[in-house]
Every structure is written in C-alpha cells, then in structure tokens.
C-alpha cells in the first residue's frame, strides 16, 4: 500500500523525480519526472524503484500491469503503452502477519474446566484482504476443544448464512487447526 509520507517513494537513475503518487481507486502510480539523462532517451533501459507497497497475500505471478509514458499537454497525451502483459512475480516474498495487538480472543465463561464461547476479534490488518481468502485458527494442544458451531461476522462471515464449518485438522502433537473461507464481504 502506498504511503504518502514516504518523500523518497519512487526513484530512477534516469531522471529527476518532481512527484510520484499511486491513486488506490484507479489502480495506477502516476511519476512525474524531469531532465531525462541524454543517455537513457533512446535505446537504452532503466528502471523505476518504487517502495511503499505492501506485499500481496499469496505468493504467485500477478499479471495485468502496463506502462505508460505520457507527454506534458494538459490533458496529457499517451506516447508509448506496453500491453497487459507486464508481470509482478512475488514469489519467495514473506508474508505478513497479523499483530498480536490487532487480535482479540475473548471468553464468556471463566468456570475452569467448563466450555465456553470464544470471540475472536481482528482489528488491525497489515494486509489487503481478498475475496474468498482463508483463515486458519490454531488451538493449543493443552486446551480442551469441541466444536459446537461457529458464527462469523465481517470479513468472517461465510458466503451464504452466518454459520462456519471450518475443515478441522488434529497435529500430532496434540493442536487443533481449524481451516475456512472467509472474506466475502
């Protein structure tokens, strides 16, 4: 994601940067440059360096970018447009992780040794969500589990319904894995 504070954003070998700004709702990085050095004019290649972005979810090639040069007329003017074919490859990039200061998990019991009902709450995202993402919740070995029925609500909530049916994966060493879709809204 862009971050506007950032006044080294872009940067280029090639020229001298005036303005770089990504705008979020059109999906495109307008950099607005001046004194083009003499030898990257023709022939020759360069590139951009942009920062500021966060990574994407998942590792993968993502493709439909393009690049754009225009002139100086207002309106500008397109000069030269590459096709859709353009790829950003983010494999190999970490992923991130969800703070444990974004994540809530409240109990509405405190009897020992009786069930509960858990909220589990996220309220700081360090990612863009997509749709039709999924969740994983992992439950100590040492805690007593038995699923009685999910709800989930927000990006939690299910496709149709409010009730989850997570696919549930018991580890060796004792820990449950509770694995569902989520993100439809």
């Given at each position: 994601m862009y971050n506007e504070r950032d006044k080294d954003f872009?940067?280029?070998?090639?020229?001298?940067?005036?303005?770089?700004?990504?705008?979020?709702?059109?999906q495109r990085l307008r950099i607005t440059y001046i004194n083009m050095k003499q030898e990257f004019i023709t022939g020759k290649t360069f590139s951009i360096t942009c920062r500021g972005f966060r990574n994407p979810i998942y590792q993968a090639?993502?493709?439909?970018?393009?690049?754009?040069?225009?002139?100086?007329?207002?309106?500008?003017?397109?000069?030269?447009?590459?096709?859709?074919?353009?790829?950003?490859?983010?494999?190999?990039?970490?992923?991130a992780k969800i703070s444990l200061q974004g994540m809530r998990i409240q109990p509405t019991i405190f009897t020992i040794a009786e069930?509960?009902?858990?909220?589990?709450?996220?309220t700081d995202f360090p990612i863009p969500l997509d749709t039709e993402c999924f969740v994983e919740i992992t439950i100590p070995g040492d805690l007593a589990y038995k699923n009685e029925g999910m709800i989930g609500s927000q990006m939690?909530?299910?496709?149709?319904?409010?009730?989850?049916?997570?696919?549930?994966?018991?580890?060796?060493?004792?820990?449950?894995?509770?694995?569902?879709?989520?993100c439809f809204r």
């Open positions: 872009c940067r280029s070998e090639a020229f001298e940067l005036v303005s770089s700004r990504a705008d979020l709702i059109s090639e993502w493709k439909g970018f393009m690049f754009t040069m225009y002139d100086q007329e207002d309106p500008p003017n397109a000069i030269e447009t590459t096709g859709r074919d353009l790829i950003f490859n983010s494999i190999g990039f970490l992923p069930y509960s009902q858990w909220t589990a709450s996220i939690f909530a299910p496709a149709a319904g409010s009730a989850i049916f997570p696919q549930v994966e018991t580890i060796p060493d004792g820990r449950t894995i509770l694995r569902f879709e989520s």
